[in-house]
């Protein structure tokens, strides 16, 4: 069996389009589609760490333990009303990672743990995080608060707020 593999990455923008953290569940969909979106499996652990254009530079945004991989396609049949943030727009990959275990902070993005530190990103990318980093970030999120939605999203777009 082929060990998970985690990644961590600077959001550019939060908006609440990608990840999209509305009713109930998480997506990611056209924001990693060469990278993230095209390697995650189930189990694997997105984190998302704020960038310069966020408001939230090196800010924990969210994190999601990835429980589906599904094409656009097979998430518009499947959750047809929470796909709908994806009609209005181009944006979008051939991918979209799906999550009811994530932690969602935005406009209350909290303060990287200190152990994950080292694996902030400086410019863009993504990097690989160790099991044994997620299994700590775990425990931090899991002491502070429940899964779901946190906060809202730290820079609301018109279209996104139109969409949903």
Known sequence: MATL?????????DTGFAPNPDRGSCTL???????????AQPGSWVIGVGGNGSGKPNKLIYAMEVEQVLSRAEFK????????????????AANVLFSR??????????????????????GRGCKRVPEEAVVKLRQYLSSKCGYGKQGKPNNPSKEKRRAC
């Not at 969909?29 to 390697?39: F, L, N, P, Q, R």
């Not at 049949?77 to 979008?92: C, H, I």
């Open 5 to 13: 593999k985690h990644y961590m990455y600077r959001i550019d923008h």
């Open 29 to 39: 969909c056209g924001c990693k589609t060469t990278t993230i979106e095209a390697w």
């Open 77 to 92: 049949a499947k959750y047809p009303v929470k796909s709908k943030y994806l009609d209005n727009t181009k944006k979008g």
């Open 101 to 122: 275990k994530f932690y969602y902070f935005g406009d209350k993005a909290n303060n990287v743990p200190r152990n994950l530190s080292q694996f902030l990103i400086r």
